[in-house]
């Protein structure tokens, strides 16, 4: 089995999962306490042997965002080079602003960024939501 990676931003540590029943496993070199140099050979859910050399890591380019143009995500020159994402990056091709003025735009059933009913922007939406009561706009979208 060859475990998925997955990686929030890039300033983030790596995330393994097991591509059969999804189950969390440790990173190679993040064992338990009484092996902590040796990764686990099996998956502890489904019990299949776990090929971490052949995990596919993630590859970050550097990313703006499509509406304002807004740098999320940059290389950090260097001697080792390194990507870095900004305080706006959200996981969206958009910047925080521009994403929230998409959410409050559109209705979540016809969007195209997230993922209804289970979309991890609704947060924005709904800080984006605050921020029109407070200011008494009536042209946004409710959920």
Known sequence: MIPKITQERPNISERFWCSVCGR???APGQG???Y???PWKFCPGCGEPIEYEKAE????REQNCVRCGQALVYQVQ???PY???TSAYVGAPLCNNCLEEHC???NCLQCDIGEWPNCRYSNIKRQGMQKAREEGATNV???
């Not at 890591?57 to 970050?60: A, C, G, S």
């Open 83 to 85: 990507f870095v994402a």
């Open 57 to 60: 890591h993630i590859q970050w």
């Open 36 to 38: 902590p140099k040796d």
């Open 104 to 106: 409050m735009q559109t």
């Open 78 to 80: 260097c001697n080792s």
């Open 24 to 26: 969390a496993l440790p």
């Open 141 to 143: 979208w409710t959920e």
């Open 32 to 34: 338990t306490a009484a």
